[in-house]
């Protein structure tokens, strides 16, 4: 069991999901399940499950992107494809770890996360 509450979602994800409530909810899932489970480097593996969380979301995406397209529903083609660029704009940004200063933060405040 942590001894910390797990990390918010960081701060840049939230603005860029602020259309995607249901998404940002998946990431902060993942952030939960990780720190029941932390590893040695609790910031590159929080970013690892960011990451692992972020490229489930893109496959997800691009299923639903084949059956609006398959529908002829131009409505949910065009939303489908913003919610894939806004996915593999902020799959760069994790990646690149761009703006994740909240969550190192977080974690360099809690260096006591325990195992």
């Not at 001894?3 to 701060?11: E, G, H, K, L, Y």
């Not at 602020?18 to 993942?30: F, H, S, V, W």
């Not at 590159?44 to 397209?69: F, K, N, P, Y």
Request: aromatic fraction near 8%; avoid cysteine.
């Amino acid at each position: 069991m942590p001894t910390i509450p797990p990390p918010p979602v960081p701060q840049k994800l939230r603005e860029m999901f602020k259309d995607y409530p249901e998404l940002i909810q998946r990431l902060q899932g993942a952030l939960d399940d990780y720190v029941d489970r932390p590893t040695s480097e609790p910031f590159d593996g929080a970013i690892l499950a960011l990451l692992d969380t972020l490229s489930a979301l893109s496959s997800e995406v691009r299923a639903g992107l084949q059956v609006a397209e398959a529908s002829g529903d131009a409505v949910a083609v065009e939303h489908q494809l913003r919610k894939k660029a806004v996915l593999f704009n902020a799959g760069h940004i994790v990646f690149e770890q761009v703006d994740m200063d909240d969550l190192w933060d977080y974690f360099e405040e809690d260096k006591g996360l325990s195992k």
